[in-house]
């Protein structure tokens, strides 16, 4: 069998870039590292529990810290982020007192609203998740999810998911692939994400790939 690599750090220094820019002395990197994945727990935590829309998409497409000696900057990239900004107008400052109780430096926190939300394997993911919760047949919701990718401009998709699917009780994997996935171009932008999801029948794991241009 071939040897699997995660695609975006296959990528990394051509098509794909790091999610946190900062620079630490090697006894300092655990702790920075450990950091960004309390910051990162605790914003999808507070807007998971906080926005919902009837899909049960909470709609983050990445976040991205940025550290500096005296300030930390985090720019969370959102498919709909009118749900974070008109819900509350006090909740972004709510979600930087939240943070901020992991964090010893000044902190400012932006959201920045991405075009063609679909386009984003994690927000993808979250819509398939919802479907599944919902009982949704697994083929179904990989079909709608395809289409919605297509809408969105994407040059190929490929979706999988594993587990008990259906509450059987063998676990299998399914896939389904529309256009081009070309894994080995390392020239190809291609994003990636898996995402778990805690279903009544157990946890199934969900892959998307989505070959951008």
Known sequence: MGQKINPLGFRLGTTQSHDSLWFAQTTNYSNNLQEDKKIRDCITNYIEKNIKISSGVEGIARIKILKRID?????????????LIEGKPRRIEELQMNVQK????????????????????NILAEFIAGQLKNRVSFRKAMKKAIELTEQAGTKGVQVQIAGRIDGKEIARVEWIREGRVPLQTIRAKIDYCSYPVRTIYGILGIKVWIFVN
């Open 71 to 83: 300030l930390i900057q985090i720019i969370i990239y959102m498919g709909f982020p009118k749900l």
């Open 102 to 121: 992991y964090v010893h430096r000044k902190l400012n926190i932006a959201i920045t609203r991405i075009s063609n939300a679909y386009r984003h394997p």
